[in-house]
């Protein structure tokens, strides 16, 4: 702040004393007008002055109300997810039962991950195509197909599940009553709530089967279809009760439905929604069992897994916002106790009047 001058005339013989004498001099290395931008000049901040310290204040003064009231929010957002996880896992656990007449797109949250039974066939001419979508860096698709049921319901959405891109158009699939199952069949399903768009998804071709993101109800609309979206379950077992010789590769396998049978009397089926309700469902226990890798060079879609897939990671973002708090309050508290808010042109006004008197 101050610079010791020790410069003389050198001209002339100096003595000892004099020596003392200049380097005792001081002098304030203090810029009394400093120059301002006309940015601070019409915005009236000046670095380091009492609108900037304000500022940063006032921020930091709501930095800790702000995270803990979102680090709050969070553990009623995390309650309410455990509490949804845990209805779609118990709804896992029921026996699939028909598909019943009656329900509607609002009825899908309270059916959401509940196994049905669905009859009729598919439509092949219709079918969708969702992607591309990667599985084990193989190029492919999400097949979804309106399913004509039998009893009168109208149309659902199947999502098959993937198939490679190569096997896109139903001649060039393999093991065609699996791949392709002709007239009457029940495939097990479980009951999904369509992804809302994104912000960032762009809109629909009309026109096209290829979309870029699930949309269900631009899909519906298109195909011809209700609203209703369903999952098909993968299962790599064998129909136990029709036994087809045919060729994968270089293996020779007994094949026959992969999560469809035909139903003998499908009208018999009961359309409770009770849980646990009393219906018959495949046994593939003891029938042979494909190799995912046989499905895929086939064209035969990948059905899904029977697991819920909601993300869960409100604990994460409850623990984030409480430590930004607490590291927040911990700063403001430095911050007042070390003085930090003082205007410095003031104090250094006053450590000059202090040294100068």
Excluded at 107 to 112: S, T, V, W
Excluded at 311 to 325: E, G, M
């Amino acid at each position: 702040m101050f610079k010791i001058i020790r410069s003389v005339k050198p001209n002339k013989k100096v003595t000892a004393q004099q020596q003392r004498l200049y380097a005792s001099a001081k002098t304030a290395n203090i810029d009394w007008n400093p120059v301002r931008s006309k940015k601070q000049l019409s915005q009236g901040i000046e670095f380091g002055g009492k609108t900037s310290s304000k500022v940063f204040l006032g921020l930091l003064c709501l930095a800790p109300i702000i995270t803990f009231a979102l680090g709050t929010w969070q553990v009623k957002r995390l309650k309410w997810k455990n509490k949804l996880v845990a209805e779609c896992e118990d709804r896992l656990t029921y026996k699939p039962i028909p598909m019943p007449k009656n329900v509607t797109k609002e009825d899908l949250p309270n059916l959401e991950y509940r196994k049905v039974l669905v009859t009729g066939h598919f439509d092949y001419s219709r079918e969708a195509f969702v992607g591309p979508r990667l599985h084990d860096t193989r190029r492919g698709y999400t097949l979804v197909c309106p399913f004509v049921q039998s009893n009168g319901a109208g149309e659902v959405l199947i999502d098959r599940g993937w198939i490679a891109a190569e096997k896109v158009i139903p001649s060039q699939r393999n093991l065609q009553h699996l791949s392709v199952p002709k007239g009457e069949i029940t495939v097990e399903c479980v009951i999904r709530v369509p992804p809302k768009k994104g912000i960032f998804n762009i809109d629909h071709d009309k026109g096209s089967r290829l979309y870029q993101y699930l949309d269900a109800d631009t899909m519906a609309e298109e195909l011809g279809s209700r609203p209703i979206y369903l999952q098909a379950l993968q299962n790599f077992h064998d129909k136990p009760d029709q036994h087809i010789l045919d060729t994968v590769g270089d293996a020779n396998k007994k094949t026959g439905s992969w999560a469809f049978w035909k139903s003998s009397n499908p009208s018999t089926a009961s359309s409770s929604m009770v849980p646990g309700a009393d219906t018959k469902s495949l046994d593939y226990d003891t029938a042979e069992e494909f190799d995912p890798l046989q499905f895929i060079n086939a064209g035969v879609p990948l059905g899904k897994i029977p697991k819920v897939d909601y993300k869960n990671n409100h604990l994460n973002y409850l623990v984030t916002w409480y430590s930004l708090s607490f590291a927040s309050t911990a700063l403001l508290i430095y911050m007042f106790k070390k003085g930090k808010f003082i205007n410095p042109t003031e104090e250094k006004l006053k450590y000059t009047k202090k040294i100068m008197n």
